[in-house]
């Protein structure tokens, strides 16, 4: 019913950055929060950025300061701009998002994920 579509993940140096996008598409009829969660091998998921639909954010204390989460609500689209980053954060980052479908039901989608990789 809905589809998120991750891209921008890939290999950085520590120190490095990347920006993060996640599309949301299908029966959408509004978008609440949108976020990024992350697991590493052998780790539970975590979350790392929230932001709501009116723009609040959240923050894992860990990322604050580095880590940037906004959203283009009229494309349905989140970002996750990661600068600093350091091995530890080598992960699958998923997208999240808390839709209200067309049926006016709640649904809770997940994008596939993309990998990751800080190398030291």
């Known amino acids: 019913q809905v589809q998120l579509v991750e891209s921008g993940g890939g290999l950085v140096q520590a120190g490095g950055s990347l920006r993060l996008s996640c599309l949301a598409s299908?029966?959408?009829?509004?978008?609440?929060?949108m976020g990024w969660y992350r697991q590493a091998p052998g780790k539970q998921r975590e979350v790392v950025a929230i932001i709501g639909s009116g723009g609040t954010t959240n923050y894992a204390d860990t990322v604050k300061g580095r880590f940037t989460i906004s959203r283009d609500a009229s494309k349905n689209t989140v970002y996750l701009q990661m600068n600093s980053l350091i091995p530890e954060e080598t992960a699958t980052y998923y997208c999240y998002a808390e839709v209200t479908l067309t049926s006016r039901a709640r649904y809770p989608a997940w994008g596939q994920g993309t990998q990751v990789t800080v190398s030291s």
């Open positions: 299908g029966s959408i009829f509004e978008i609440n929060a």
